[in-house]
């Protein structure tokens, strides 16, 4: 029998512990997004115009990860509702810049207010540094994960990440 050694590892693994925080979050955020007439995916899309200022349709896919496809089925609900716009490019007519419209920001601050609600309901055992520490953390963690793809990406690497 081999026995695997733990040197050097951390004694608690917190996979089990954000996938039950990210539950709670989604739950409570699915049901507050809704009567706004948004989900998830609308919402990270409306945030990343709101950041960029407009962007090419392909770009924003990219952006998203997600399939092109997907993408504008996705944007053809937000855009039903007047959330986005597709406009010509100036640089090239064959290609659309996705740009948020202004019900779209409105829509948007709305769902944020909400959303800052529910984050005070699942987070509020943490005082406002403990949340600051979380977030940094959170952050840093995503950046490492995307520098390791990136590299991962570059090197053909077995697809680890």
Do not use: F, W
Not at 19 to 38: I, K, Q, T, Y
Not at 46 to 75: A, H, I
């Amino acid at each position: 029998m081999v026995e695997h050694s733990v040197v050097n590892q951390p004694v608690h693994r917190s996979g089990a512990l954000l996938d039950h925080l990210a539950r709670r979050m989604r739950l409570r955020a699915e049901s507050v997004l809704a009567p706004l007439g948004l989900r998830p995916r609308h919402l990270v899309t409306l945030t990343v115009l709101r950041q960029q200022g407009g962007c090419p349709q392909q770009e924003l896919s990219d952006t998203l990860e997600m399939d092109g496809t997907n993408v504008v089925g996705l944007l053809n609900d937000l855009e039903a509702d007047g959330l986005i716009e597709r406009r010509r490019s100036p640089q090239d007519r064959r290609r659309h810049v996705v740009v948020l419209t202004e019900k779209g920001g409105h829509v948007l601050a709305r769902a944020e207010c909400a959303l800052a609600a529910v984050e005070n309901d699942v987070l509020g055992s943490l005082d406002d540094t403990q949340r600051e520490t979380l977030y940094g953390l959170l952050q840093q963690a995503v950046n490492g994960t995307q520098v390791i793809c990136t590299e991962a990406a570059d090197d053909d690497s077995d697809g680890a990440c």
